[in-house]
């Protein structure tokens, strides 16, 4: 599976951004998925994650509430709506695949990532 990310840019406290992540091959729809996020000097983290049927969301503290996760199998596709920014939402955000159909917290759960896709939120 290969994953692209694309959608981030630049936004103020309080807006709103939808981040898509692309992904070849057909495999997609069997596996959880997730978005992750690093921001400078910091570790990587966790943000959200959805199974393979869409059924099932999770979302890190942070952001739940105000990030929605969802996906398009038809289409390939995994979404993150991201709204109420914050500036502490700043970071490169990662898409991944899991190595099974449900999503997971843990980054060693997931066999494929996408090359990021920069988040600027401005106060």
């Known amino acids: 599976v290969q994953l692209q990310a694309y959608g981030g840019g630049l936004v103020q406290a309080g807006g709103s951004l939808r981040l898509s992540c692309a992904a070849s091959g057909r495999t997609f729809s069997n596996r959880g998925m997730g978005w992750f996020r690093q921001a400078p000097g910091k570790e990587r983290e966790f943000v959200a994650g959805?199974?393979?049927?869409?059924?099932?969301?999770d979302y890190a503290d942070s952001v739940k509430g105000r990030f929605t996760i969802s996906r398009d199998n038809a289409k390939n596709t995994l979404y993150l709506q991201m709204n109420s920014q914050k500036p502490e939402d700043t970071a490169v955000y990662y898409c991944?695949?899991?190595?099974?159909?449900?999503?997971?917290?843990?980054?060693?759960?997931?066999?494929?990532w996408g090359q990021g896709t920069l988040v600027t939120v401005s106060s």
């Open positions: 959805i199974s393979w049927s869409g059924g099932t969301t």
């Open positions: 991944a695949a899991a190595s099974s159909g449900l999503s997971s917290r843990l980054s060693r759960d997931y066999a494929y």
